[in-house]
Structure formats: C-alpha cells, structure tokens
C-alpha cells in the first residue's frame, strides 16, 4: 500500500523559447549617470552583434511562475528520503544557506587587498583547521572544486613527490569496487590503471594485492568504507604493503560520514584523501553542484599542495605563492569559497561531539534498514555494513524484475530511488544510504514501500516493470535521446508544434 | 531500531573495529553552537572585509547587479536540495532548466551544443585544450598571453603530466595577441590555440584574422570569456571550434573566489568528445516531451578510465542563477545592461591614461604616473572604496598598471574620487 504520497494536480509550462513574446521584460536598469556611447564607434561595427536571436522575452511573473512550475517536478530532501548510497543526501540546513549570503562575505572580491580580506581568509583557516582535525591528517587545501577534482589533486601530488624521488612510476590500483572517477583520474594524470579484484567478502584481497604492488605502482586508490559500506578492517595492513614498496595511500573520502569522530584516516597510514563538503558536511547538492573537493595530506606531500597556501604573519594572514614544490594551481583562486561557508556553519553547529552522534546515527539508520529489509532482499555480503547497505536483485530478477524497475517503483510510493547498478561487483545492486538525518517514522515508509515492492515482484512484475505510474513523467525513453541527441531548443516549424 | 537490529547500544554498531583503528578520544572541535552564534560569527568574519565598499576589480570576477529573482528561484528546496538528476522522471525540472541553459549558451556564444556547466571558467580551460588534443590526435597547445593569468597557470597543472606542452603566445602594443609570434610558432603539432576575448586587458581581440591563420593548418579554435555580460553586445565568437567560459556575470556573487559556473560549447560535430553532463530532449512512455542525461558513453561512471574527463559533477544551481538572469534580463536587457557597462567603463577611461589604444568593453588598463599602483589602491581604501588590479603581479613588464572594471553598479561619482586619486590632472 503507498502511504507516502497521492495524486495532486501538476502546473504544465512550456520551455522559455516557447513562453516568450516580443518586448516583454522582467528588468528595470536604472537611468545613465554618464554619457551613452556608442557601440558601433567604441567597438568598431564588425564586433558588435544584433539582438540575440532566440533569447526569452517574458514578464516578472511568467518567470516565477515558469521556474517554480518547473521546481514542482523535481523530488528534494525537503520533500523525503533520498537513499541514494554513496551520495549521503543528509538535511542541508538553511542557516547554511543563510550565513553564506552574508554580504561581506558573499560580495568579497578574490582579488580585494589581503587587509580587506581577512575574514574570508580567517574562515578558510577555520575549516582547514577542523577538517584536520577530524582526519586526522597534517594539512588540508580547500582549493578543488569536486570530488574528482580533489582526487585529481591528490594524485598530482603523489605524482610530484615520487618524481622529487627520481621516478614517479607508472600504474595506479585501483579496486574493482570503486567509483569510476577513481581510474579516470588517475587517466588525466598519465597513469595507466589496475584493476584489483575484490575477495569474496567485497574488500580488497591482501594476496591479490601483494602480487600487484610492484616497482612500477605509484598508488592505490581505495575507497573506505568501500563501496558495499563495509569498512576495509585490513586497512593498515595494505597501506603498509604499499608503503613497503615505496608507493602511497590515496582515500577516496565519498564515504566518510561513516567515520567522522570515530576512525581518523590519517591513523591508519592513509597518505591523501579529499572530503566531498556536499556530501558529509552537509552542502545543498543543488541538482549536481556546487561541490568542493576538500584535500588532507600528511607530512610527506605536504610541499606539494596546491598554490596558493594560507600563512600567520603576525596577527594576519597572508597568502603564499612562494612553494616551490606545489603542483600549481588546480583552478583560479581560493576554491569555493561559499561552499566551505556553509561546510564550517555545519561543523560549528554540531561540535565535536555532535559530529560523532551523527556518524553513529547514519550507522544506525543504515543498520536499521538493512535489518527491515534483509528478509525480502539478498545482501550482497554479510560482512557487518556502516552507513550504507547494498543488496542484489538476484530473488527479484527471478520474476524478470532488476533493480533499475524496482527502483522505478519506489517513486510511486514516493521515494527517490537508492543508487542502482553500482557498485559493479554486485549483480544487480541496490545500494540504500540512509543517512543519520532521516527520522523512524520516514524509515518505516521507506521500508514499507521496498517490501510491499518486493510482494509486487512475486505477484504482478508486470506492475513494477512498467514504473512509475503516478508521476507527471512516465519511464524516458533514454536510448533514443543517446542515439539522435537534441542538447538545445531550435524555432520548430507551425505544423510540428501542433503536434506537439 | 537497536532492538530490531540486535543491538544494545550504538556503540555496539562499531564494537567490531578492530581497536588500532579506531579513535577513542574526543575531536578537538569546540562544542556545537547555537543558529544565533554562528550567524553572528560568520557577521564579525564580513566585518573584517571591505565590507560594501565600491570597487573597480574585474580581472575575471565582476560586480553585477543580481535580480531578486535569482535568489528566490535557487532557495526553492525542489532545486536546491536535489541531486543529479539521473532518475529522469522526477527531475524534469531540473532537466529542463539545464535544457533552457544549455540552449541559452548556445544563442549566446554561436556554438551549437553546450554542456550542463563546468567548474568554472579556469577548469574549463584545460578541458578545451584535452578535447582539441582528442579531436586533432596532435599534442601541442598555443595559449595567449592576453588570457587570464591564473586560467593559463590551471592549464599548465592540467597538462604538464599528459604530454601536452603548452606554449605561451606574446601580445602587441595595442594589448593583442601577437600574431607573429602565433605564426612562427604554429606547426604540425598544434592540437588547439587558446585566447580569451574581452581578453584580459579588456580588449576584443581579432577573431577573424586569427581564425584565418590558425584554421589554415587545422588547428582549434578555442576562444575564452570571462566577462558574460560582454556577450550582450560584441560578435559572438561563432568562429570558434570550442567556446570556454565563465559565468560569475551572470547573478553569481563573487563569494571571494567561488563557486562559479564555467561553460565548455563547441560544434556538433565534435558532441561525443564533451566533457561533463549533457541533456538531452526525448519522450516518455506516453509519448511527452521529457528531458535526460545523455551521451553518457563519454562519462567516468560508464568508461572509466577510458573517459573525456573525470568530471562527474556540473554547477548546476549556479548554471540555474545563471539561467534566471538571463530569463529576467532577456532580449532587450541584456543588450541595455552591455551598453550600459560600455557606457560607465568608457566615462572612467576618458579621465585617465590608457597603456594600450584597442576596443574594450568594461574594463581596460590605465598608466599611472607618479603614484605607483598600490599607492593608489591604499588611499583609495582610506576612503572606502577598492580600486583596480595592479597587474605587476602578473605582468613584470605592466608594474606601472592597473587593470580597472566599471559595471553598471559603478556610481560617476566613485569613479571621479577613483581618477583623482591618481593624481592630480585626473580631477576633471
């Protein structure tokens, strides 16, 4: 039975091409206090254009109206559980959003003198500070801009200290479980990849590995907990193999919400990892960015962070350019400044206690789901998990139902679905992270829809593979927007609007 | 719920690490703070900084007017609180405002396909030159020196460990790329050529001759902005093979630095060597009008190491803020809005000296004379407002410069306190 959601009516509203009308506004510059010019003799007629031709044309309130019809097709945190693993979609809270807009921080310009700049400069020190402490690592640079943008930082580093070494190698491992930014990064840093198979329990295989780890590895990339939540529990173990050999420790940190105050990477001979802000410190995702891409290292790779590096001169900061060592800068200016914001606002809220409930409580949601669910689907490994859990469809794909339907089917019990297809390693997975901000009350719901899914698959398959039912938009047609791709609206001839 | 799992307590739920793993102490972060501490921390912070001042910096990070709009559209949950929108049908919002962006890049910039948004601008740069070097199958790239000098220094980073040398292009005493210095150095080997127009000095640089030179020997085109409001009025650079970009211009605070939204835009012909999200139109199983992430072939999570890039995020929400300006200034107000920025820079540059003589847009490099640069910036800072970029930082030979911005926030009489302040023939 769905107990979450029923139908309302739904606004439709055309794209803005086709909303539009000519000489209708929204906007009201003020008068010149200054003489006009002309463009034509300023610039010169060759590099002047005429009106941009297709561009909208609407009034204030077709805008709104148009962008907040649109926003009521989405699902959001605001509206319930959004499961999917790996993502950690925790609450963001608005007071986040509200600091952010602070005007002296907002309207900061990067290139205002460091005098006027100090507040800013005082914030990036706070949370290079706090994400130290929690990793347990020596240094953190805030200057990536993304996960993968901070995986691809980190593996310049390695890079550039092996090469201080005399040779930086040429291979990177990289598990079979994990995320595909880990192998194309190590790509776009002139490595070629290894992939090392996973045992039987989902965790890296400590005899696989040491046939891997040769003279010619620079790093092994690793994701912990991986990517079926379960904690790498030989973690010092293989960092010690690979430092044996002289090549270093890379922590994808996607999961770290399962271990905010509880394990500290950089104890256990971890050598570089990113943090995503947007995921365990709680930064809206926004529809798929802004990220940041926060970077701990430890001692070692410490010459080698990117340009440029805050420094205490006295009662000021200042920043240094002067790092001989440094791989450079990995993108203009100080990193995403309105993101780390909101990522200390969060960190203050909670306090270093507070940070360590919510770790237990993401473990407890997690824990808690899977044991609902353990009945009705198959884990893909008993091992113990963490903050996510990941199941197979095997039973249902008996019935002809996989996970991609099943899936579908929850968001007509009105949930987003839990990540699907991913990790690799699992036939067929289903891959639920809760997270700790998620009351009972939604577990139950939650758990209610998979299970009564679960009957549906055994009784009307049919009824799942066609999913979702109740939604404004029935299953997209992917393939053939893949196969004869239209990527930008063009004025459609009369006739063919009709249609439409 | 510890019943249901057969636990007793939570820290049962982590009594089987092993114990050399775990951290038993307590984090050294003070305890949590209440929403009234923490809005009143990060106030004391923006007091720090010049808080309101007016200022005259551009150099790639511009002071633009956001419309009321913009903040209502982002603060809307069902956008702000989303994720990617790879489950299709219950994200058509977001898939299809990336749709209005990507086609509203396109009309902007005279490219026909654009992505779902970048990094940013700076990022966005190396990923145009990676795509030139796939598309050509050659390995050199030529950048301009009149290009944003931290973009040229991402680019280095990029493509130091790839095998692609990058090599740095002069510019003439008109503030343009030299192109003689682009001829003796374009060869068989050349993927792509880099410049940036407004280029950094504010200057158009002269696409079509360049355009002619380098496509003769097969080289791309790629062609960088980081003023987007220019876009309003000059040519759009429709003879570019590859567009990159940066849209802070448009309703993006400055927020010291980031978060941004780059755009990467470029002929169809070369779509499945794009990086990043792409949406793409198709129907649903009734047979609607629906939008989806497409062309996903290209991506890290489908290819892996064999990849276009490792990116697997865009900007979206800013891309958004992007798209509502552009919605609330449309046709006839983005044109207003280029024309009245042309209008203020021009009014600030007829008070002072300019180093070079070329058509510029908002922003253009002024000579000073017997006050040095920061001299200037300081006393201007006395009287609360911040000045230009001295470019010596970036420019060894330009120390006696600086790289100033009007916008249509800039108020004349801001500007006539900026011109005095650099001497006193600049009073008038």
């Excluded at chain 1, 549906?456 to 992917?478: M, Q």
């Excluded at chain 2, 009321?68 to 919002?93: K, M, N, W």
């Excluded at chain 2, 890049?105 to 990094?119: I, P």
Aim: net charge negative; with cysteine.
């Amino acid at each position: 039975m769905i107990k979450k959601v029923s139908k309302h009516i739904v606004q439709n509203e055309p794209l803005l091409f086709e909303l539009s009308s000519p000489g209708k506004r929204g906007y009201q510059l003020p008068e010149l206090d200054v003489p006009a010019v002309n463009p034509m003799e300023a610039l010169g007629a060759r590099n002047v254009r005429s009106k941009i031709d297709g561009f909208p044309e609407v009034s204030e309130i077709e805008a709104i109206r148009h962008f907040t019809r649109l926003s009521t097709w989405n699902y959001a945190i605001d509206l319930g559980l959004y499961p999917l693993g790996s993502c950690t979609m925790k609450y963001n809270p608005r007071v986040n959003e509200l600091v952010a807009r602070t005007e002296g921080l907002a309207w900061a310009h990067p290139y205002q003198a460091e005098e006027l700049s100090q507040g800013c400069m005082e914030v990036v020190a706070a949370l290079e500070q706090a994400l130290t402490e929690i990793t347990g690592m020596d240094a953190v640079t805030l200057q990536p801009a993304a996960g993968a943008h901070g995986e691809f930082t980190g593996i310049l580093m390695i890079r550039a200290l092996l090469e201080t070494r005399g040779n930086p190698r040429k291979k990177i491992l990289v598990p079979d479980s994990a995320h595909g930014t880990n192998p194309a990064t190590a790509m776009m840093v002139g490595y070629s990849v290894a992939n090392i198979k996973s045992n039987d329990r989902g965790m890296v295989d400590l005899e696989v590995l040491e046939r891997a780890a040769t003279e010619d590895v620079a790093g092994l990339m690793i994701t912990n907990p991986n990517t079926v939540g379960v904690f790498e529990e030989n973690i010092r173990k293989i960092c010690s193999i690979m430092h044996d050999k002289g090549a270093l420790v890379y922590m994808d940190g996607a999961n770290m919400n399962a271990l905010v105050g509880i394990v500290r990477p950089g104890e256990l001979g971890i050598d570089v990892m990113h943090l995503n802000l947007h995921k365990t410190f709680s930064t809206p995702h926004g529809g798929g960015g802004p990220g940041s891409g926060a970077v701990a290292v430890r001692d070692v790779l410490t010459p080698f962070l990117p340009l440029p590096r805050l420094k205490r001169e006295g009662a000021r900061w200042r920043w240094n350019y002067d790092l001989p060592n440094s791989i450079g800068r990995v993108r203009a200016f100080y990193g995403n400044f309105g993101v780390l914001v909101r990522a200390l606002a969060y960190i203050m809220a909670h306090g270093g206690n507070g940070l360590r409930q919510a770790t237990l409580d993401a473990l407890l949601n997690a824990n808690y789901i899977r044991a609902l669910l353990e009945p009705y689907y198959e884990l893909a490994y008993r091992a113990p998990s963490m903050h996510e859990c990941v199941f197979s469809d095997d039973p249902q794909a008996k019935r002809g139902v996989r996970t991609g339907d099943i899936a579908k089917r929850l968001i007509d019990y009105g949930f987003h679905p839990y990540t699907v297809s991913f990790p690799l390693i699992v036939r067929g997975a289903l891959m639920i992270e809760p997270t700790e901000t998620e009351s009972k009350r939604e577990l139950d719901l939650f758990a209610d829809a998979m299970i009564s899914i679960a009957q549906e698959a055994e009784e009307n398959p049919d009824l799942v593979l066609k999913a979702p039912h109740s939604t404004r938009t029935r299953r997209v047609d992917e393939v053939t927007a893949a196969r004869r791709p239209i990527v930008r609206w063009t004025p459609q001839p009369k006739a063919s609007q009709a249609a439409d | 719920m510890l019943t249901a799992i057969g636990l007793k307590s939570e820290e049962d739920l982590i009594a089987y690490l092993p114990a050399d793993v775990r951290f038993d102490k307590r984090l050294a972060i003070e305890n949590g703070k209440s929403e009234y501490e923490i809005v009143d921390y990060f106030k004391q912070r923006a007091a720090q900084n010049a808080n309101g001042y007016p200022s005259f910096l551009g150099a790639g990070v511009y002071n633009h007017y956001r419309p009321v709009l913009v903040d209502t559209v982002v603060s809307r949950g069902e956008f702000l609180t989303s994720y990617t929108p790879y489950q299709a049908e219950i994200s058509q919002g977001t898939l299809t405002t990336i749709f209005e962006f990507q086609s509203m890049v396109c009309q902007l910039t005279g490219m026909e396909v654009a992505n779902a948004s970048m990094y940013d601008g700076s990022s966005a740069v190396p990923e145009a030159a990676m795509m030139g070097v796939r598309v050509t199958r050659r390995d050199k790239v030529l950048v301009a020196r009149t290009v944003h000098p931290e973009y040229r220094e991402v680019l280095q980073t990029y493509t130091k460990h790839q095998g692609i040398p990058v090599i740095e292009l002069g510019y003439t005493k008109k503030g343009l790329l030299d192109l003689d210095d682009l001829k003796r150095n374009l060869d068989g080997e050349v993927a792509a050529l880099i410049i940036q127009t407004p280029n950094f000095f504010g200057i158009l640089e002269q696409l079509e001759e360049i355009s002619g030179i380098v496509s003769q020997n097969g080289t791309l085109l790629g062609v960088v902005f980081t003023e987007a409001v220019a876009l309003g009025l000059i040519e759009p650079p429709a003879q570019a093979d590859i567009v990159v970009g940066e849209l802070q211009s448009f309703a993006i605070s400055p927020s010291y630095g980031g978060p941004y939204a780059g755009i990467i835009a470029t002929r169809e012909k070369y779509i499945r060597q794009l990086p990043g999200r792409l949406v793409g139109e198709t129907t649903d199983a009734d047979g609607h009008r629906a939008f989806c992430l497409t062309l996903a072939t290209r991506e890290q999570h489908i290819r892996r190491e064999k990849a276009t890039s490792n990116i697997c995020t865009n900007q979206a929400l800013l891309a958004l803020m992007a798209t509502v300006f552009m919605t609330v200034y449309g046709k006839e107000g983005l044109r207003e809005l280029a024309e009245q920025n042309l209008a203020k820079a021009h009014y600030l540059a007829s008070k002072l000296e300019l180093e070079f003589e070329s058509p510029f847009f908002n922003e253009f490099v002024a000579r000073t004379d017997t006050r040095s640069p920061q001299r200037i910036n300081d006393a201007l800072a006395e009287q609360k407002i911040v000045g230009g970029l001295a470019l010596g930082r970036f420019y060894p030979e330009l120390k006696h410069c600086m790289l100033l911005c009007a916008t249509e926030m800039s108020k004349r009489q801001d500007m006539d306190t900026l011109a005095a302040a650099f001497g006193p023939k600049h009073t008038q």
